[in-house]
Nanobody, 124 residues
């Protein structure tokens, strides 16, 4: 399974971004997809996750209320919409998928396949 994250960039505080995670080599149907982020010198932090079946979602406490995660079945893609960006949102954003049909999980160890990350930089 290959995951390609895209959509990052340099934005100003208050702006919005739409990140995409496109999968190839395997359908995302039946699995969960998560987004994590990692700022320099910090641990990887859970951002959001979605279960393909039922569309159940989960969000990290630090971003809840500003993010929406959704899926596009036809494109085998997961979208992360981030609104009201803050400088502390600056990080490398990774998408990942499980190898089992799990409910949305915030645990790094539950995800088997990871994309290369897309950089989000928010200026004040």
């Amino acid at each position: 399974v290959q995951l390609q994250a895209s959509g990052g960039g340099l934005v100003q505080a208050g702006d919005s971004l739409r990140l995409s995670c496109a999968a190839s080599g395997r359908t995302l149907n039946g699995y969960s997809v998560g987004w994590f982020r990692q700022a320099p010198g910090q641990e990887r932090e859970f951002v959001a996750a979605i279960a393909w079946i039922g569309g159940h979602t989960s969000y990290g406490d630090s971003v809840k209320g500003r993010l929406t995660i959704s899926r596009d079945n036809a494109k085998n893609t997961v979208i992360l919409q981030i609104n009201s960006l803050k400088p502390e949102d600056t990080a490398l954003y990774y998408c990942a998928t499980t190898s089992l049909g799990l409910m949305p999980t915030n645990l790094v160890g539950d995800y088997t396949y990871w994309g290369q990350g897309t950089l989000v930089t928010v200026s004040s």
